[in-house]
């Protein structure tokens, strides 16, 4: 079958990427050989202590190392079946060669033959991150480029379900889809998939009987053609779907969020490493933007309010202030002219609003002493947007999805349209962060942030 034909030819990429990777581990050894003891010691800045050693007992070094690597690769999912980003890789890459280099200088502890050079194992870890990533990268690449070739799909579904898979498949330009309403009849379907030349069908399971799908499941299969079922709009609608075959029968469940164990793990020491470097370059500039605060009109400094954050729990919400000291009572006075739909407010020319506080928030500086909730615990750098509880309490079920990461100082409705966005858009787009987190995710977020910052779209 041609859905056989792409597994084989899969499972020679992945040998050929496998290969690949203990390839430049060797040659990430040698270069960082010669880079220590002959490039930086001509240099006499790091000269080495003990002399030059012989390369030979560095590849025998190598050689007790490459299972370490391999295990440490496989681990880290440098060959899991489903593409990643390029920022996604490259983080997978960076933790692999991480946990390769812990390993390795754990085996020089153990190995008391000799002594290897801990400059030398330093050398090696970027070396071989830099190799690794962009050789990835091209073999990735190129198994896109050659197995993605243009063929015809046909998606069988009602027109809401259609349109959900429309929208997916505008990321994968190599598929050419025609589209059924309806489904009448056997030969109908077969006939229409033959005229069409279809390589590819997608139904949707809601629209068939159990016994229907078995028949067109027999059919496909007899005409070399892959059938994939697409889980109705309500499963997709609730959460990513998992197969759960631990019982010897196969169904489904719904994934939990991402964050979750060690990635929560991760994301916390990113968050607490990136803030403390970003608050020790911006203190000064911080101190001038608290005196301008003071100066242009009663009230502290920070702003202090109750937010809804993870798993409901409230905690205190740290802001520049913009506004009047008498804002939240004045709110009550202005609630019905807000500018959005749901439970949110939003005003574009909000009376509360000092005139300093609307250069602060149209470039987002009110935000950054939030920076201190993502220290003490309450927040993330990236996440959805903490809640005010009178909006929190009349979220939906689905709503309530968002309240089970911490929330963040930026996220993906901010560097998508900020306030411009519906209510609707908004609650979409936090689940979708939700269950498809990475770090390469919360980079890519950051990196947009600013450009959305400067843009000012949204912001008021």
């Known amino acids: 079958m041609k859905q056989d034909y792409r597994n ?3 499972l020679i990429f992945l040998a050929l990427l496998f290969l690949g990777d203990m390839f430049l581990v060797y040659q990430s050894f040698l270069i960082s050989y010669n880079t220590r003891f002959f490039w930086i010691s001509l240099t006499n800045i790091f000269p080495p202590i003990k002399g030059i050693p012989n390369i030979s007992t560095y590849k025998q070094f190598f050689y007790l190392a490459v299972p370490f690597w391999a295990t440490a690769f496989v681990l880290m999912g440098f060959y899991k079946r489903n593409f990643e980003s390029d920022l996604d890789e490259l983080v997978t890459i960076v933790k692999g060669s991480i946990l390769s280099t812990i390993l390795m200088m754990a085996i020089t502890f153990v190995y008391r033959g000799f002594e290897y ?6 050398i090696n870890w970027i070396v071989s991150t830099v190799l690794l990533f962009i050789w990835h990268e091209i073999i990735k690449n190129t198994y896109k480029s050659i197995s993605n070739r243009t063929h015809n799909a046909l998606i069988i579904g009602n027109a809401n379900e259609i349109d959900f898979i429309k929208k997916t498949l505008k990321k994968n330009p190599h598929i050419r889809p025609f589209f059924l309403f ?8 077969f ?3 033959s005229q069409k030349n279809i390589e590819e069908v997608f139904v949707v399971n809601s629209l068939f009987t159990t016994k229907e799908l078995a028949i067109i499941s027999d059919k496909c299969e007899e005409m070399q053609i892959s059938l994939k079922i697409v889980p109705d709009l309500l499963q997709l609608k609730f959460g990513e779907l998992v197969i759960d075959q631990s019982l010897g029968i196969p169904v489904f469940s719904l994934k939990s969020p991402s964050l979750v164990g060690l990635n929560f793990f991760y994301k916390r020491i990113f968050d607490i490493f990136l803030s403390i470097i970003f608050l020790s370059l911006v203190s000064i500039p911080l101190a001038f933007v608290a005196f301008f605060i003071k100066i242009d009109s009663k009230g502290t400094i920070l702003y202090s309010h109750k937010r809804m954050g993870y798993k ?4 205190h919400f740290y802001k520049f202030r913009t506004m009047v000291i008498d804002a939240d009572i004045l709110l009550e006075k202005i609630k019905h002219l807000t500018e959005r739909k749901g439970p949110v407010f939003k005003m574009k020319n909000d009376p509360r609003i000092t005139k300093f506080g609307k250069f602060l928030r149209k470039y987002s500086i009110d935000e950054i ?6 220290l003490l615990g309450d927040m993330s750098l990236v996440g959805p947007r ?3 509880l009178w909006e929190a309490q009349a979220y939906d079920d689905f709503a309530k999805r968002r309240l089970s990461v911490l929330p963040g100082v930026t996220g993906l409705w901010q560097v998508s349209g900020r306030a411009s966005l519906s209510y609707e858009e908004m609650i979409e787009l936090d689940i979708y962060y939700l269950e498809n987190w ?7 977020i950051i990196f947009k942030t600013f450009p959305a910052i400067f843009s000012k779209k949204g912001a008021y």
């Open 117 to 122: 050079s801990r400059f030398f194992i330093g």
């Open 438 to 444: 990475s770090l390469g995710l919360d980079l890519k």
């Open 191 to 193: 006939n229409f998939i």
């Open 312 to 315: 409901s729990k409230t905690f």
């Open 369 to 374: 002493p939030q920076i201190i909730n993502v």
């Open 386 to 388: 903490p809640q005010v």
């Open 182 to 189: 309806e489904y009448n009849n056997q030969d109908n379907l």
């Open 8 to 10: 084989h030819n899969y």
